[in-house]
């Protein structure tokens, strides 16, 4: 669906060449950053406050789709799934290593494409690039990112601290990213029959940003830390909130309860699900990707979090005796499975 | 040449599974790692000193051959690589995080093999894994390793540091890992023609090992910290002598004289070099994948550092207009080109 004009072959550059071509627009943002791309490694200073890493690695057709995602798009995106971790901390990110493998399809557009969709992802959030690695691959394209950050020790916030009686928030809605993915997958269906069928995404802009240009939750970490709020447990919603829960539970050796109709979900989320045959409910638990925040949070901060319209209560942390429980909207009680997309079990080649 | 004879298929245990699998036994043996695995990001804490972080992308086809290369090998070499890195900011390597993408051609014992030669490089050199990312990949393997480690402000070396009159150091011997993998090509060859003949790689250990299992120089570091020799630039040779000394002397603005007879080769790998009608100078030139490491030192150094056998002097540092040559045996002057290993232009799929 996307077409290159112009095209330069990267083997022209050269590995130095093409590093060199891509970084120099780069501008150290942070303090912490000491001396960023063009060394053996890169140097950092917290200054006393710890140092967070998480590490993501993105591959063609695993992660994500070429003939319906644009590169700018997918570079933003890379770097958002990273920084997501960092603020699942309750961290602030300030710096990534980026490395690429591309095969000699890419051409050197293709990969300043990508890249702009990196540098502006992180000149929005105020990160820095600080070093990666850039290689030719036999296959596709793959994309490996590690991202830093830091964080007062007394900040940090991490998945085992959930207590008895905990309510279960969750920002913004769920279950959008699962849906626009079956919308670009459908479409794509009908471009490969017949190329002259323009795609059908009129009114779709926002579930079909949810999947390709998310936007990880900065604002929840910089509101939690405005409201005072120190959440007991935390974790980025990446796999589906049933798998996150999961996890969250199951560190912190307690159980759950939650109720499927506190369950965020956008009305186009809703209505765009039910005409593919697909339980709203269902996307929302276990369609992932949506790279929202999933906290536990004292009862005692209720009160301070109760008006904030894009986080939702949806449940509250019990003892690890009484399960993991989804409350259907019927009354019925379900036990919480993680069905979350599984890279070993969705892929046989 | 390797054959596997338990088969586990790894979408028995899933994505987290697996994890929980392979990292099982991570003993964490440094202080400033925090927390390790099984959270949104590593947290870790350098009091004060510097942090530095270097990454390495590994593709299959690309980096490494599986026809010759032993799983265990490759893990061990993934992780020295990165290591290689930080040492070469004269700097201590404490932490990793490991991610890798393997098609569903590979079983669990395969990965297994692969991650035990991982926590064999880091169990050796005190390094803790504190995190990573699993995938499938539709490809080949896939290995994508961020290294990280720390360093007193006033003890790291960049590589922009070499002055006019330092002397030129390179540690251990040159050219080796290359000449060893034009051995393991060729017995590849020689399989894949005849597979009952038997690979002969008698008495060639010492070069078979430079190419399939480098040791990282963390010696080195450790000797010019006894010696109290803070060299003034240093970098690691990942892509061969001519290569790294450009990037110094460019990054230093400076020029070069390297002597063709200091350049240390051992003895097995020039007489390799010749059978296979390569000039020996040329594979310690730009062979590639020695990680030894190169240093500028101040020529008031050199009495500390005369006598130490594994370090060789082999030019000194000049001013920048005088360009960068090789002196040869005969005499005659030759600029220094980069001519390493480009993963650009070797490979055109």
């Given at each position: 669906m996307f077409e290159q004009t112009d095209r330069t072959e990267i083997a022209k550059l050269g590995e130095f060449g093409l590093i060199?071509?891509?970084?120099?627009?780069?501008?150290?943002?942070?303090e912490s950053s000491i001396k960023?791309?063009?060394d053996d490694a890169a140097v950092l200073?917290?200054?006393g406050k710890k140092a967070l890493i998480s590490t993501d690695m993105l591959l063609e057709g695993i992660h994500f789709d070429l003939a319906f995602t644009p590169l700018k798009h997918l570079g933003y995106k890379a770097i958002m799934v990273n920084l997501s971790d960092i603020y699942a901390m309750n961290g602030?990110?300030?710096q990534v290593t980026v490395s690429l493998g591309f095969s000699s399809?890419?051409?050197?557009?293709?990969?300043?494409e990508l890249y702009a969709g990196m540098l502006l992802a992180c000149e929005k959030f105020n990160v820095d690039i600080i070093g990666g690695d850039t290689t030719s691959s036999r296959q596709g394209l793959v994309i490996?990112?590690?991202?830093?950050?830091y964080a007062d020790e007394s900040d940090i916030v991490y998945r085992n601290g959930a207590e008895e009686g905990d309510l279960i928030c969750v920002s913004g809605d769920l279950g959008g990213a699962y849906v626009g993915l079956q919308l670009l997958e459908r479409e794509k269906q009908v471009f490969l029959t017949n190329p002259n069928i323009q795609p059908d995404l009129e009114g779709k802009d926002y579930i079909v940003e949810r999947q390709l240009k998310p936007e990880a939750r900065i604002d929840i970490v910089d509101l939690l830390k405005k409201l005072k709020i120190k959440p007991t447990s935390m974790i980025d919603i990446s796999d589906g909130l049933a798998s996150e829960i999961l996890h969250i539970t199951r560190q912190s050796k307690k159980g759950c309860k939650i109720y499927e109709e506190k369950l965020p979900i956008d009305p186009m989320t809703a209505e765009t699900a039910l005409s593919f045959g697909l339980d709203p409910t269902v996307c929302a638990l276990s369609g992932g990707e949506d790279y929202?925040?999933?906290?536990?949070?004292?009862?005692?901060?209720y009160d301070q979090m109760k008006h904030d319209v894009d986080i939702s209560i949806i449940g509250y942390i019990t003892e690890e005796s009484a399960g993991n429980?989804?409350?259907t909207k019927a009354g019925n009680v379900h036990d919480i499975k993680a069905q979350g997309w599984n890279a070993f079990t969705s892929t046989q080649s």
């Open positions: 060199d071509h891509l970084t120099k627009h780069i501008h150290i943002k942070n960023g791309v063009g200073d917290f200054k602030m990110a300030t399809k890419f051409s050197l557009e293709a990969i300043e490996s990112i590690t991202s830093i950050g929202e925040l999933l906290f536990t949070i004292k009862q005692a901060d429980q989804l409350i």
